[in-house]
């Protein structure tokens, strides 16, 4: 689901996380991250997800696009898995990019529009 944030209140923060393109679906550690939570009977293939909802999170543009992910006691910390966010939005979205800047630790995560207008996008940090 992409909306304004404007139309909706959702407490925004710093999520720190990691995007990872071969991970099998976004999880989170922080039950607080997500919304529309609701608890499941445990599955999972080594981690154990035993939650599913959505992480709200505001592109630069100030959109809020609200990614289905999964919750799990088990895992270290937040995982994001773009290629996810695409098929869960092939309505909105074509395609994914990531840049990464190894001098100034700044880049963005984009999401391409079907209509090639208007991406959405992500600035990201590097914080290790």
Not at 35 to 54: A, F, N, P
Request: aromatic share 10%.
């Amino acid at each position: 689901m992409i909306c304004h944030a404007t139309e909706y209140v959702y407490q925004c923060c710093r999520i720190r996380h990691q995007t990872d393109s071969g991970a099998n679906q976004s999880v989170a550690n922080d039950q607080s991250l997500l919304t529309s939570l609701r608890h499941i009977k445990c599955y999972g293939m080594g981690d154990h997800y035993t939650g599913e909802g959505y992480l709200p999170w505001t592109a630069d543009n100030q959109d809020l696009l609200l990614i289905p992910c999964c919750y799990s006691a088990e895992i270290c910390g937040t995982i994001i898995l773009p290629t996810g966010i695409v098929l869960s939005h092939l309505h909105s979205y074509s395609a994914w990019q990531p840049y990464a800047s190894c001098y100034t630790d700044i880049g963005y995560l984009q999401f391409l529009t079907c209509d090639g207008t208007d991406h959405t996008k992500f600035t990201l940090t590097l914080d290790n």
